[in-house]
């Protein structure tokens, strides 16, 4: 579990600079936006960091630049596409997050992104194909069932996909749900540990309330725990409304993608066992519904994915939440996969 004391602090940053590797490159597009920017601002904390790479199209210079000055040993570097900044930004990038493009406004859903946010990711995956075919790549930017896949078969049509090196970022997810948990049972969030399975928007969040540990016990049916469940699907809706606006969750959301960038820098470069985390990968868990990706706890290792955990066991009601998912995730990943194969 992502700890902020223990991954965080300047203290540890000291602790644990010694057995940092010397060259570790993450690469944030999208940097100078409501993520981008509090999210590099996170990743600068961490020592198994040497190097921030941070790319926009517009403002990167001085969010580089600002965020250079904390004394933490990465060095950050900023690029906008001139001078094929996004290539030097890219180059030797064990990791590239991606929060680029436009958030929700209130009444829209995360697929009414999909015109806009489809081409920017699209681009940008080229751009990682061509330039860092063997990083890790995190998808932040909506609507995430989709721009997975897209992902996906662009790496395919260069020829540099594996299936272990991509994650959509569903981490919020998970951090809303033990947080809502806490809230209504009165219970620390370190013991509210909820698993979240399916995907990234509506009906396709699906909690597994029934697998909450530590004697938490949330009744199957009944108003509390169909309020608590559509609270935890429509969290990012709760954020829209409240900004008015203005966008979308960001700073949770920072906190989140630091969350589990850490957490693939855990299992990949500081070689430790047992780091799980949810996500939206390539995975045969519903593939026999014909689902191809789909969100459930991960275990990570040296390579990125090393073990997609099964579902485990569900009460009747769990398993009506993901028939009603099925259906949404098809069509969300069909959408991503035609938009990048029918654009030749
Ligand atoms: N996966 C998740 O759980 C969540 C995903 N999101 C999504 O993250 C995305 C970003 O949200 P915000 O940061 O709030 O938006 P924002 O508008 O504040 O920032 C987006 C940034 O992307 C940049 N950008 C646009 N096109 C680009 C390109 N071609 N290359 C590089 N940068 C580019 C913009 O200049 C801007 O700085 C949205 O699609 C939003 O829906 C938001 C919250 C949670
Ligand atoms: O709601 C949105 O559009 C942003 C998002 O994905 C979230 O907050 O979960």
Redesign the pocket.
Known sequence: MFSLGRAFVPAATRAFSTSAPRSTKVAV??A?????QPLSLLLKQSPLISQLSL?????TPGVAADIAHINTDSKVTGYTPENNGLATALKDSHIVVI??????KPGMT?DD?FNT?AG?VR??AIACAEHCPKAHILV???P?NSTVPIVAEVFKKKGAFDPRRLF???T??VVRASRFVSELKGVSCEDAKVTVVGG?SGVTIVPLLSQVPNGITIAETGAETEALIKRIQFG?DEVVKAKDGK????LS?AF?GARFTQSLLRATVGKETGVVEPTFVQSPVMADKGVEYFATNVELGPDGVKNIQGLGSLSASEEKLIEAAVPELQKNIAKGVAFVNGSD
Request: proline share 5%.
């Open positions: 597009l999208g100078a936006g409501g993520i981008g790319y926009d199209i517009v403002n929060p680029a493009g436009v958030p929700r995360r992104l946010n920017i681009d940008l932040i930017s909506n995430v959509g970022v569903t919020l997810d990234h990012g966008g979308s969750a960001t959301m989140a």
